[in-house]
């Protein structure tokens, strides 16, 4: 229902006003001021006023350009009630009224007036709510943005250390908690390339990326598939651990079967390198041991590391190995049982460690007793 809110400091000409429009379905106010106007349309939802103009204390001219002073009531339609005189009527005009009507009041012609303006205050009120909806709808659109773009940055910090279906894993489960610093047993595994080192000195850096470059992309595939924990590439170094953050009963067996499938595909690109002329083979080392695991590094540089003796103990077996071979601790060649092909090694002095370590080395597997 329209709410009129007719302003005058005469009783009759308020109760004109009221008899008029009440009966055609219009919810009448009424104020005997001024100041009385202004305290009815800061508390209620009025979508019209009737304003006379004479009236004790505040004047209908001022009443209306406090009214278009006001955010909330800058649109609110305003009808100035004059009693002769082009004058008023400029005057109304100026300062701020929609439309006037010359007493005594025509009946008629205050109907048409009213069902007006009374029409355009209904566009104003669909269009403050449409943008009223149209501004939630985009609060809600940045938020999902926001947190979209949150996610894919969670998503690309935690890609570069685990395989992707670990990632969105964690990313879809909001939980983070692996990334403080603990304390687990975890399976090493790490290796390099032989005769890395003479080939980056007689190339050029370009020649030497390139290599690093499908080296990178070969493994990489690798440690995803398998999914291994990746925590750094240094040059043709690289260093992978299984067993965190996510636990897998089944560590060592998982981390030959990596190396094993990574030393098959590094064959294939050393004969490619060979026929440019690079002598490269590959080295790899595996260990079982605790460690403390979590980020490291500053706010805008983070990284996902290992720190213990066992992380030293694979690139000291992975130092100590020759090209195409995999050196693995004791412990790890018998817990990944016997689907597994190797050969004693022998006792090892590994530097750095005041123990000889017993090393097997791995050919292979019997791939019909490899769980699928």
């Known amino acids: 229902m329209t709410k009129v809110l007719v302003v005058d400091d005469q009783p009759p000409n308020v109760r004109l006003l009221e008899a008029i429009l009440t009966p055609r379905g219009y919810d009448v106010l009424t104020a005997s001021s001024g100041e009385q106007a202004l305290e009815v349309i800061a508390a209620e939802d009025v979508d019209l006023v009737l304003l006379d103009i004479l009236m004790p204390g505040i004047d209908g ?3 209306c350009r406090r009214i278009r002073d006001q955010v909330d009531t800058a649109y609110l339609p305003v009808v100035m ?28 012609e205050l109907l048409a007036r ?11 009120d669909t269009i403050k709510r449409q943008a009223s909806e149209l501004s939630a709808w985009n609060q809600e659109l940045e938020s999902r ?38 304390r687990r047993e975890i399976v090493v595994v790490f290796c390099d390339l032989r005769g890395f080192t003479t080939f980056a000195e007689a190339s050029e850096p370009e020649e030497v990326m390139g290599v690093l ?3 990178h992309h070969a493994l990489g595939d690798l440690i995803f598939r398998f999914e291994g924990t990746l925590e750094r590439f240094a040059g043709d170094g690289l260093m992978v651990f299984f067993n965190d953050p996510v636990r897998c009963e089944d560590g060592p ?10 030393r098959t595909r590094v064959r294939g690109l050393a004969e490619t390198w060979s026929r440019r002329g690079h002598d490269l083979g590959l080295g790899i080392g595996i260990a079982q041991g605790y460690a403390t695991l979590g980020t ?13 003796s066992v992380t030293n103990l694979a ?35 590994v530097r750095g460690f005041s123990r000889t370590v017993h090393a097997y080395s791995i050919r292979g597997l019997d791939n019909s007793k490899v769980a699928s």
């Open 114 to 124: 009213v069902a007006s303006l009374a029409r355009i205050k209904d566009y104003q």
């Open 315 to 349: 690139a000291r077996l992975c130092a100590d190995a020759e090209a195409w071979q995999i050196l693995a601790t004791e412990r790890v060649y018998s817990a990944a049982g016997n689907a597994v092909i190797g050969e004693d090694a022998g006792l090892r002095e």
């Open 81 to 108: 009630v004059t009693a002769s005189g082009d004058e008023q009527k400029v005057k109304a005009l100026e300062a701020g009224a929609d439309d006037f009507l010359t007493k005594p009041v025509n009946q008629s």
């Open 213 to 215: 470059e499908e080296y």
């Open 145 to 182: 943005v926001e947190s979209q773009v949150s996610q894919l940055q969670r998503m690309n910090r935690l890609r570069r250390f685990l395989s992707p279906q670990l990632a969105e894993l964690i990313v879809d489960s909001g939980d983070e908690s692996f990334l403080a610093s603990h």
């Open 253 to 262: 067996l998982r981390a030959l079967r990596m190396s094993v499938a990574m």
């Open 61 to 63: 001219y001022e009443v």
């Open 296 to 308: 490291i590094g500053f706010d805008e540089r983070l990284d996902y590391a290992a720190i213990g």
